[in-house]
Every structure is written in structure tokens, then in C-alpha cells.
Nanobody, 126 residues
Framework: QVQVEESGGGLVQAGDSVMLSCVVS?????????MGWFRQVPGKEGEVREC???????????YYTDSVKGRFTISRDNAKNTVYLQMNNLQPEDTAVYYC???????????????WGRGTQVTVSS
């Protein structure tokens, strides 16, 4: 059984930095899967799970949504079955639940991902 567990969220102030971690267990071939970080604002009408950043299986190809370019960095450690999201200069609009997803081929939509964690809340106060 595949388990995906995010950690590292919390309440921070604008301008602060946070690193999220996501550990995947139950997949012997973690290094064959792309990974992605998505975020969603609970209760916001019509809100979909927005792709924040993705990384390919080897870690040499990454993607960022425009609003986080230059502030967020995605990375992975295949020896630890872990993917990270370093978030710098956080802003109130970054407030959301952040989810980690596992994908066979990668992509920037939630439908491309087969396994998900429960999410970790990041709240940025102004």
C-alpha cells in the first residue's frame, strides 16, 4: 500500500521561508515516478488543486507555476523517497493546503497524479 505523507507546514509571516517535505512509502521504484506539489484553498468556491511545482523522476527537470518562480524550489532525494518544496519570501496569497502527488509520467494537472497525501496547511499572515 502506497503512503504519501507531507510535513513542514505551519503559520508564518510574510517574507518568511518554509520547507515542506513529502515521504513516499510502499513504492519500491520511487525513482521511476515524477512528483508534484499542488495547493488548494479550502472552501473557496470553484477552487481546483493548483499545480505549484513538479519534478521528474531523476530530478533534472522541474516546472513552476508563474506565481512562485524565483521563490519556490522543488527537489528530491531518491535515496530517501522524499521530495521537498523550499518556499521563500512567502506571501499571504500562498496560504493554502499543500499536497504532494505521485505521477507515472508527470504533468501539471491533478488528474496526472495517482497517489496523494493528506496535505499540510501553510498559513501566511501579513
Amino acid at each position: 500500500q502506497v503512503q504519501v505523507e507531507e510535513s513542514g507546514g505551519g503559520l508564518v509571516q510574510a517574507g518568511d521561508s518554509v520547507m515542506l517535505s513529502c515521504v513516499v512509502s510502499g513504492r519500491r521504484t520511487f525513482d521511476k515516478y515524477a512528483m508534484g506539489w499542488f495547493r488548494q484553498v479550502p472552501g473557496k468556491e470553484g477552487e481546483v488543486r493548483e499545480c505549484v511545482a513538479t519534478i521528474n523522476y531523476s530530478g533534472d527537470t522541474t516546472y513552476y507555476t508563474d506565481s512562485v518562480k524565483g521563490r519556490f524550489t522543488i527537489s528530491r532525494d531518491n535515496a530517501k523517497n522524499t521530495v521537498y518544496l523550499q518556499m521563500n519570501n512567502l506571501q499571504p496569497e500562498d496560504t493554502a493546503v499543500y499536497y504532494c502527488g505521485v505521477s507515472r509520467l508527470g504533468g501539471d494537472t491533478a488528474e496526472d497524479y495517482v497517489d496523494w497525501g493528506r496535505g499540510t496547511q501553510v498559513t501566511v499572515s501579513s
